[in-house]
Antibody, heavy 129, light 112 residues
Framework: QVQLQESGPGLVKPSETLSLSCTVSSGSISDFYWSWIRQPPGKRLEWIGDIHYTGTTKYSPSLNSRAAISLDTSRNQVSLRLDSVTAADAAVYFC???????????????????????WGQGSLVTVFS | IVLTQSPDSLAVSLGERATVNCKSNQSLLYSSNNKNYLAWYRQRPGQPPKLLFYWASTRESGVPDRFSGGGSGTDFTLSISSLQVEDVAVYYCQQNYERPFTFGPGTRLEIK
């Protein structure tokens, strides 16, 4: 069974860059989508963005282009970089996996992320100076 | 897409039925494949969310059959037919119909 484990510094200063990694074990990065999702204390889950194993990325507009997600297939890792952090970025950060699903539109098949079927335990990030 | 859930919290006696509602401000039904892009998760304290249902009503492997998911379009439900102690958690709905993917605010389920 696949396991996901987030890692990274738990403390980040305002205006600095947050960098997190997610190591995937007992499974391959290939043939899936990989997302970063965060949960501020007492708030709902917020999707940050995802990356298809081919490298295509999509992000939530709410991050104002501050987020970047990448893959390192040699290390079986998915990484998140978040620039110019503020107190509002304090949260537990999860990586999560989605299967690749397909749908048809205008006679052509397209791929699309399924639901998040595996999650890491989460990495708590605190922002303070 | 904005998802709302009701109730915010719910206290149910052991062995009784619990129902959580999720409403979307737009349809999550994709007509070409007749699938609703709505998932349900359970999150216990200190743990990550766990997938319960996808396509609104397809049970994830290993999820007990006392759980059921239903609904279509904009209105969805998650039901637990006979509440067990281990079901105490927060339950979230989530749409993957379009990006940015969004979650509901959660429903806290407790034992009465």
């Amino acid at each position: 069974q696949v396991q996901l484990q987030e890692s990274g510094p738990g403390l980040v200063k305002p205006s600095e860059t947050l960098s997190l990694s997610c190591t995937v074990s007992s499974g391959s990065i290939s043939d899936f989508y990989w997302s970063w999702i965060r949960q501020p204390p007492g708030k709902r889950l917020e999707w940050i963005g995802d990356i298809h194993y081919t490298g295509t990325t999509k992000y939530s507009p709410s991050l104002n282009s501050r987020a970047a997600i990448s893959l390192d297939t040699s290390r079986n890792q998915v990484s998140l970089r978040l620039d110019s952090v503020t107190a509002a970025d304090a949260a537990v950060y999860f990586c999560a996996r989605s299967p690749v699903t397909t749908y048809s539109k205008n006679g052509r098949d397209h791929i699309w992320p399924g639901a998040f079927d595996s999650w890491g335990q989460g990495s708590l990030v605190t922002v303070f100076s | 897409i904005v998802l709302t859930q009701s109730p915010d919290s719910l206290a149910v006696s052991l062995g009784e039925r619990a129902t959580v509602n999720c409403k979307s401000n737009q349809s999550l039904l994709y007509s070409s494949n007749n699938k609703n892009y709505l998932a349900w998760y359970r999150q216990r304290p200190g743990q990550p969310p766990k997938l319960l249902f996808y396509w609104a009503s397809t049970r994830e492997s290993g999820v007990p059959d006392r759980f059921s998911g239903g609904g279509s379009g904009t209105d969805f439900t998650l039901s637990i037919s006979s509440l067990q102690v281990e079901d105490v958690a927060v339950y979230y709905c989530q749409q993957n119909y379009e990006r940015p993917f969004t979650f509901g605010p959660g429903t806290r389920l407790e034992i009465k």
